[in-house]
């Protein structure tokens, strides 16, 4: 990530002491990126303008919407109110969605409300497959990798990052974003895009929310490791998933919420 894409310089007076001083301070970029698929937009999002690509094949894959196989094509246009993302389908991925928007749309005209979309809320979450052990001090040094690897958020302490890091590589591709679920997604994206091995984990900087986990889940992560707590919601959605949620991680210690087996506590 190039900070100068994804932040700009705005002068502020900071009050500390009886005098108050003018500085210059790097805030991130947050643009309306439109994700249009086969011509029809499914989200408009509030994002930092860099690693779109990634975003768009990562959103794409963790909302159901295709596989990454089924991606004909991605345009990243720039127009007057943001960004779109035009992601380009197969026949059959693209007959599937317009099924399912027909699906969604109620009498109202709406798509987004009553039952279905608390039902959509609360898709049923990818089961994982249960293969990677890690032991304590690894989980430990995944976490203390992605706090060395953020351009974004040292520049301007306001944006969430999301690595993939394994026993091999280290931290292997990490990005961020102004929002902790476009940061998980620009890393699928990016993780799917270059065929990067599934034998690492997840590690993140914010809080962990039942869409953390599901999305996690469609990537096929077995563990995730968080430095901030989950919600109760996310706990039951990583039972459920098989993943092994840890949380609150820092450097004397960390919280195992689900699937404890994973992790071997003593190395």
């Not at 500085?23 to 970029?29: K, T």
């Not at 990677?132 to 040094?141: S, V």
Request: hydrophobic share 45%; with cysteine.
């Amino acid at each position: 990530m190039i900070v100068s894409e994804a932040a700009r310089s705005f002068t502020a007076v900071r009050v500390s002491g009886a005098v108050p001083t003018s500085h210059d301070r790097l805030l991130p970029e947050e643009t309306p990126v439109a994700l249009v698929h086969d011509g029809a937009t499914t989200a408009v999002m509030m994002a930092t303008p860099c690693d779109l690509e990634d975003f768009a094949v990562g959103f794409t894959l963790t909302e159901g919407i295709a596989r990454p196989d089924e991606i004909r094509d991605i345009e990243i246009v720039r127009v007057e109110a943001g960004v779109e993302a035009r992601v380009w389908l197969s026949r059959d991925a693209g007959a599937a969605m317009m099924e399912r928007r027909r699906t969604l749309a109620g009498p109202t005209g709406c798509g987004l409300c009553g039952l279905e979309s608390l039902e959509a809320a609360r898709r049923p979450t990818a089961t994982v497959a249960s293969s990677l052990r890690f032991d304590a001090a690894e989980i430990q040094a995944a976490v203390a990798s992605l706090g060395e690897a953020q351009p974004l958020g040292e520049a301007t302490r306001a944006a969430h990052a999301a690595g993939y890091w394994t026993r091999r590589a280290g931290l292997l591709l990490a990005r961020e974003d102004v929002g902790r679920h476009n940061a998980l997604d620009k890393l699928v994206g990016a993780l799917v895009r270059r065929g990067a091995p599934r034998d690492g984990l997840v590690v993140l900087t914010s809080r962990v929310s039942i869409e953390m986990i599901q999305k996690a889940a469609a990537l096929g992560a077995e563990v995730v490791a968080a430095v901030s707590a989950p919600t109760a919601y996310a706990v039951e959605a990583a039972r459920s998933a098989n993943i092994t949620l840890v949380a609150i991680a820092r450097a004397d210690g960390f919280e195992i919420f689900s699937h404890p087996h994973r992790i071997d506590p003593s190395a």
